[in-house]
């Protein structure tokens, strides 16, 4: 059965996203966006909500044909133009290549996608992740927390849930900071 992982960096505070969704304090250089293609380019699908499929989707498709991308950006715009996409909206209409869109999280249409064959899922973007998270659906949590106190922001996991015991499956640093924790959801 394949898993369901969530991947997202979150400051030492908690925050996945500073005041009007900045970003900028995202310590992701080369070290760091390297590991993440590796673990990436193994992964069979990507879930995304429709907010982060956008964001990705305006960006990626053609980040790697400005002359100045390093080649970590280079890697894994062709990751993210390969990998197929599933994009949980009520909104999206037309999504774009190698995307397909579902209305609604249903737990046993998800399960039923576990079951087939390929890598690990990948669940991208933190509203979405709540949803699974609170269907119980994600398997593993790959957090990287950054060497930074944002203050004020969105934090991830505000909204209530069912308590999820965790096994901590593995620990990182990396060179500039970041500590990636790999917990497995305990069942």
Known sequence: M???????GVSLDGYFEG?????S???????????????LAASSAFLEGRVTYELMEAYWPDA??????????VEFAGIWRSMPK?????????????A?????????????????PGGEMVVGGPVLAEVFRRHDLIDEYRIFVMPVLV????????????????????????????????????R
């Open 2 to 8: 394949r898993k369901i992982v969530f991947h997202l």
């Open 151 to 186: 203050g004020r922001g969105r934090r991830l996991f505000e909204s209530e849930g069912m308590p999820a015991d965790l096994r901590l499956a593995e620990t990182r640093t990396f060179g500039n900071g970041v500590v990636m924790l790999r917990y497995e959801r305990d």
């Open 64 to 73: 790697d044909k400005d002359p100045d991308a390093d080649p970590a950006t």
């Open 25 to 39: 304090w995202h310590r992701v250089d080369e070290e760091l966006h390297t590991y993440f293609n590796r673990q």
């Open 100 to 116: 397909t869109v579902v209305r609604d999280v249903v737990p046993q249409e998800v399960r039923a996608l576990q079951a087939q």
């Open 19 to 23: 005041p009007d969704a900045d970003l």
């Open 86 to 98: 599933i994009v949980y909206s009520r909104t999206l209409d037309t999504p774009g290549p190698n």
